[in-house]
């Protein structure tokens, strides 16, 4: 079946240092939608972006992500870490409308 | 306001319970979702629906039984609890098309005691 891998557990960082938060993905489908969301604590999970066309780079409030199909990723990168990035990201696949299928997540904790 | 609303926020109850969760989207989509949250903070969907028909079921304990009255309601209603049901419930709402990411609702907190 479909899936999601994510960079596993805790990424920490300090502040002022690039972000990169690996997603990969398997599916036998040709034409997959990939989805970061953001996680703060005690929230909801947000969108935070969504993948465009193959190879085609997407932008959200600094962040930014690339699908490409050869390789079946999607990392997540930002240039600079903020305190207010710390938070759980998850990487999300979408084969068909009905389902949405998530990474385990990856916890960023930025300090100072 | 147009969003997800889920009530209620938490929910505290006794094993062999029964509990009900509402949900409602005021977005116009036509897709709904039911997901669950675990202690490890994983995903995993439940159910989804689209104008009002079931169209995802994963394999979830049978005591677990969606609702849907209509596209923009979708309760979720759980016959008789058990301590593994403790977790966050979150309902979503999408368009039915591939490239529509779904919006959460703020989710319930059920404790089982």
């Known amino acids: 079946g479909d899936s999601v891998t994510q960079t596993e557990g805790l990424v920490t960082l300090t502040e002022g240092l690039p972000v990169m938060l690996n997603c990969t993905y398997q599916?036998?489908?040709?034409?997959?939608?990939l989805f970061w969301y953001v996680q703060h604590l005690n929230e909801s999970p947000r969108l935070l972006l969504k993948?465009?066309?193959?190879?085609k780079r997407t932008e959200h409030q600094g962040f930014h992500a690339t699908l490409h199909k050869s390789s079946s990723s999607f990392h997540l990168q930002k240039s600079s870490a903020q305190l207010s990035d710390s938070a759980l990201y998850y990487c999300a696949l979408r084969v068909s409308f009905n389902k949405l299928t998530f990474g385990a997540g990856t916890r960023l904790a930025v300090c100072p | 306001e147009t969003a997800v609303f889920q009530t209620p926020n938490y929910h505290v109850t006794q094993v062999g319970n029964e509990v009900s969760f509402n949900c409602k989207q005021t977005?116009?989509?036509?897709?709904m979702y039911w997901y669950k949250q675990d202690s490890k903070k994983l995903l995993k969907i439940m159910f989804s629906y689209n104008n009002k028909q079931l169209i995802v079921n994963e394999t979830v304990p049978r005591r677990f039984s969606p609702q849907s009255s209509d596209k923009a309601h979708l309760n979720l209603r759980i016959k008789s609890v058990e301590p593994e049901d403790s977790a966050v419930y979150l309902c979503?709402?999408?368009?039915?098309?591939?490239?529509?990411?779904?919006?959460f609702g703020e989710g319930t907190r059920l404790s089982v005691l």
């Open positions: 599916t036998i489908y040709s034409n997959p939608f």
């Open positions: 979503a709402s999408s368009l039915g098309q591939g490239n529509q990411a779904p919006l």
């Open positions: 993948s465009f066309t193959d190879n």
């Open positions: 977005l116009g989509h036509d897709t």
